[in-house]
């Protein structure tokens, strides 16, 4: 027969496995997994000790182990704030359960009320549930799929609706304060919903968890953390989207390969430091030069890749030289001192039918060239032929 200790024991095993996963994400570093962590052993620790009422003192029973669920529910909010990178209000939920412990030592002892005792632990209960629901929704990044954050706020509303009902049928119980009135079918039937929907609760937890850490992995994959620009992987898969669309649209679509001249003599005379100074401002200047739709990516070392698409030639051949004699007046300064620097740049514009690997051999010999006749200038490789650069303008 279901009973509420058994009720109590499943969601306590459950809830341990829960902790078991969640601590295997502990070094994920993800904010939140320690609070959701800790939410989890708290409710190890505070059912058995619910389950074993009439065995163990009352003190034991009701004060500290629904002070210590009380503790529990703050954590998972405090989880969910931290996740979606909100404060704690560390203070306001302390003096909460402060609050609560000293209701459930009245209501115990003072005047022997479960309905009351329900009530306090209920509404509190049901207040952090929503709040968790609010603050992941409210502040879930925009450019994430958000199936695990209404997932989990769905979770978190289902139980604080449960326990809002478990709440308001105990003050219309017209019983004394016996234990009996936790055996009864309604208050079994909401625990069991209740129980299911706990351990469910540290599921989308952990969903979330995850879901943070591929964001970090694309991040990671995607961008060159040094210049923000994107990494060579992410610059190449934009380009075969923008080839597809250009040959669709037939809208031209040129490459610019760039590479900072002499870097090696910038990095010995201003350290490695200074260097890395150096390439980030170009990133940093050459974006806010580009338009929305423009890609730029680092491809390695001293070396970027811009895709401009609706782009002919012409227009690419503009926008190159515009970019060289930006560099050429940038100063850049810093702790390390002050730094001139130059570029050159190879230009492909897209043919029918190429593929990236080939529109970039092309731009890569057009900058080769310029390299080779001194640096400083860009050349544009007008021919689909690998063997027939000619173009040239400085
Ligand atoms: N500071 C810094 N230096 C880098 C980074 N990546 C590559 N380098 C350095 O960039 C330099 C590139 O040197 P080279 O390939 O000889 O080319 P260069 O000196 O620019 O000469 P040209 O390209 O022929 O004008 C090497 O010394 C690399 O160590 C980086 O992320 N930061």
Redesign the pocket.
């Known amino acids: 027969m279901l009973t509420l200790a058994s009720i109590l024991t499943t969601t306590a095993l459950l809830s341990l496995a829960m902790a078991i996963v969640l601590g295997s994400l502990l070094r994920s570093s993800v904010p939140g997994v320690q609070e959701w962590f800790a939410s989890n052993l708290m409710v190890v620790i505070a059912l058995p000790l619910l389950a074993l009422r009439d065995l163990i003192p009352d003190f034991i029973s009701v004060v500290i182990a629904n002070t210590v669920l009380a503790l529990a529910a703050a954590y998972y909010f405090v989880g969910c704030a931290r996740f979606v990178g909100q404060p704690p209000r560390w203070k306001l939920l302390i003096s909460s359960i402060v609050l609560i412990a000293l209701g459930l030592i009245i209501w115990r002892y003072a005047i022997n009320s479960i309905p009351v005792r329900v009530l306090i632990m209920t509404t509190f209960f049901c207040t952090l549930c929503v709040s968790s629901s609010v603050v992941l929704l409210r502040h879930k990044p925009p450019h994430r799929n958000h199936y695990n954050y209404w997932f989990a706020a769905a979770l978190a509303l289902i139980f604080a609706a449960c326990q809002l009902t478990r709440g308001i049928y105990f003050i219309t119980l017209d019983e004394p304060s016996s234990t009996m009135m936790f055996d009864n079918f309604w208050n079994i039937v909401l625990m069991v919903i209740g129980a299911v929907t706990l351990p469910t609760m540290t599921m989308a937890a952990v969903m979330l968890t995850h879901d943070s850490m591929l964001a970090t992995l694309e991040d990671a994959a995607n961008h060159d953390h040094?210049t923000e620009a994107m990494s060579r992987k992410r610059l190449e898969a934009v380009a075969r989207e923008q080839i597809m669309r250009a040959a669709k649209l037939a809208r031209p679509l040129s490459l610019l390969i760039i590479?900072?001249?002499?870097?090696?003599?910038?990095?010995d005379t201003f350290g490695?430091?200074?260097?890395?100074e150096?390439?980030r401002e170009f990133a940093r200047m050459t974006r806010a030069s580009l338009r929305d739709g423009d890609a730029l990516g680092r491809l390695?070392?001293?070396e970027f890749g811009i895709l401009l698409p609706n782009t002919d030639t012409n227009g690419a051949l503009a926008i190159a030289r515009r970019l060289r004699e930006d560099s050429e007046r940038h100063l850049i300064s810093g702790a390390f001192g002050e730094c001139h620097y130059s570029i050159?740049i190879g230009i492909a514009t897209w043919r029918d039918g190429e593929s990236f690997d080939r529109l970039s051999i092309r731009a890569d010999r057009a900058l080769y060239t310029a390299?080779n006749e001194g640096?400083n200038r860009v050349l544009v490789d007008e021919h689909n032929n690998l063997d027939s650069l000619t173009s040239a303008a400085a």
Do not use: M, Q
Request: a neutral charge.
């Open positions: 040094l590479d900072l001249d002499h870097f090696k003599r910038i990095n490695h430091a200074g260097g890395d150096v390439l390695g070392g001293e050159s390299k640096r």
